[in-house]
């Protein structure tokens, strides 16, 4: 399961976010997103973790918790499909709400 981080400090490294889920199971990835301009933590990132009952258990354990200095929001990541559908949908119904 891909699960989403955010709201982390910018010292956030990749290893930081690796063994903050480790301890609820097997990470196959852990990514802090880098803005390329600045060479910076965009202050979200991306745990993927093997198994989803143990994914579940990290994003329940974990959200809202401080890490580092900062509150946290955990949550399954939604495919970028899925946001953009949704995104789309909402834009349209504001859309049919300002003609009726």
Do not use: C
């Not at 994003?59 to 559908?85: C, D, N, W």
Request: glycine residues 6%; charged residues 25%; aromatic residues 12%.
């Amino acid at each position: 399961m891909n699960i989403y981080v955010g709201n982390l400090s910018f010292n956030t490294s990749n290893e930081d976010l690796r063994l903050l889920f480790e301890s609820y199971g097997d990470v196959d990835a852990a990514k802090v997103v880098i803005n390329q301009r600045w060479q910076r933590s965009k202050g979200f990132g991306f745990v993927e973790m093997t198994w989803d009952d143990h994914a579940k258990a990290a994003i329940s354990a974990l959200q809202g918790t401080e890490f580092m200095g900062r509150p946290i929001k955990v949550a399954e990541a939604k495919p970028l499909v899925e946001k953009h559908y949704a995104q789309q949908k909402q834009e349209i119904q504001e859309e049919f709400n300002e003609e009726n």
